[in-house]
């Protein structure tokens, strides 16, 4: 059972203008969540997270929502650039295990291609 | 150098043998995770360890075996590789989130085939 999914498994926009990417959940347990972009042959690197006391939280070009009433977040990027494109994954953080709750849950990835 | 390092970054293995994956991180993180990437399922737990000598199975554990004798490195073991387990693997490190900001860093992968 896929607790975070990511149904665009692909998504392309012009440069300049707003890329969206989102993300639904449904284990009501998760606590943080967060964004990793991954480019080929390498590995994640983390992009930005939020807490699920908050609604928003903001960085530079990076904005992500989240509606815990709808179990959803999403990712907004204003405005594309061509170094925006790679696999976008969302991830989230709770407690499924005997001990600890530092494991994450990833989504299956989004490809986001960003147009000159 | 500083950060997590995974070795090799590339092996061709044949059914049935037993592979070796490294990971060492610098940071003295203490949680440690391993990850595999496939298309249509994204990044899938294997195994991870909160601590050197405690670990414990990911959703995707048969046929895998890890140790932690030292902090810094976290080797993950196929005991007879086959077919299916062809994929990259990534090695992960953090800290708790009581630590402050909480975000997992991931190593370069290594892409294993099996044939």
């Known amino acids: 059972d896929q607790q975070v999914k990511q149904n665009s498994p692909s998504l392309s926009v012009q440069e300049g203008r707003i890329s969206i990417l989102n993300c639904d959940y449904t284990?009501?347990?998760?606590?943080?969540f967060l964004w990793y972009k991954k480019y080929p042959a390498e590995g994640p690197t983390f992009l930005i997270s939020i807490s699920s006391i908050k609604d928003k939280n903001e960085d530079g070009r990076f904005t992500v929502f989240l509606n815990k009433s709808a179990k959803h977040l999403s990712l907004h990027i204003v405005p594309s650039q061509p170094g925006d494109s790679a696999v976008y994954f969302c991830?989230?953080?709770?407690?499924?295990?005997?001990?600890?709750?530092?494991?994450?849950?990833f989504g299956t990835g989004t490809r986001l291609t960003i147009i000159p | 150098d500083a950060g997590i390092t995974q070795s090799p970054r590339y092996k061709i293995t044949e059914t049935g043998r037993q592979v070796t994956l490294m990971c060492h991180q610098t940071?003295?993180?203490?949680?440690m995770f391993w990850y595999r990437q496939d298309l249509g399922h994204g990044l899938r737990l294997i195994y991870y360890s909160a601590a050197a000598d405690i670990t414990d199975k990911g959703e995707v554990s048969d046929g895998y075996v890890v140790s932690r004798s030292k902090t810094e490195n976290f080797p993950l073991t196929l005991e007879s590789a086959t077919r299916s387990q062809t994929s990259v693997y990534f090695c992960a490190s953090s800290e708790p989130l009581s630590r402050g900001p909480y975000e997992q860093y991931f190593g370069p992968g290594t892409r294993l085939t099996v044939t």
């Open positions: 991830a989230a953080r709770g407690k499924i295990s005997n001990f600890g709750n530092e494991k994450l849950t």
């Open positions: 940071w003295s993180h203490s949680y």
């Open positions: 284990n009501s347990m998760f606590d943080y």
